[in-house]
């Protein structure tokens, strides 16, 4: 199954796919989507374009997206939860079921616990894709998203398989 996970964020929206076989992963491509300055529509439609590309060529099967969590500044929550927005939008419009994480969820099953810093997940990325190149740490963040998903969505065959 090729699972797609996306770190959603106004200016920088991670992405990454990996191929999952059984408890097998492998990784297929990585990026981060720009949405450049300007007017937060202009943005906004630009990462959606740009996200609608990467999975016109990659076409994953499902998707999953990090679920928002709040600031202090609530313009900027508002602002990360509209691009959030974009990240559930693209992948709904390609008819894939999107599964949501929170943060810790996704730190907990890639690193093996719930409070771990940038270093410690591109770390462990690295671990369970050997050989890839990444892009840079929001798309070392999807792709913990995506290899978490895809871990849930193993367990959840297993437990019907019982």
């Not at 740009?50 to 600031?71: D, G, K, M, Y």
Request: a positive charge.
């Amino acid at each position: 199954m090729r699972v797609l996970g996306i770190d959603p964020g106004l200016r920088h929206l991670g992405w990454g796919i990996i191929d999952a076989e059984g408890s097998r992963l492998r990784h297929v491509a990585n990026g981060i989507c720009e949405s450049g300055t300007g007017a937060l529509a202009g943005r906004l439609l630009s990462l959606h374009s740009q996200l609608t590309e990467v999975l016109s060529r990659w076409q994953p099967e499902i998707a999953a997206v990090e679920q928002t969590f709040v600031n202090r500044d609530g313009a900027g929550t508002l602002k990360l939860g509209q691009a959030r927005g974009i990240a559930l939008l693209v992948p709904a419009q390609f008819g894939l079921e999107v599964g949501e994480y929170a943060p810790n969820s996704v730190k907990k099953t890639v690193v093996g616990v719930g409070h771990a810093d940038k270093r410690q997940i591109d770390h462990m990325v690295k671990m369970q894709l050997p050989g890839v190149e990444i892009a840079g740490p929001d798309a070392a963040d999807a792709l913990a998203i995506a290899i978490c998903h895809a871990h849930h969505l193993g367990a959840q065959r297993m437990r019907v398989k019982a």
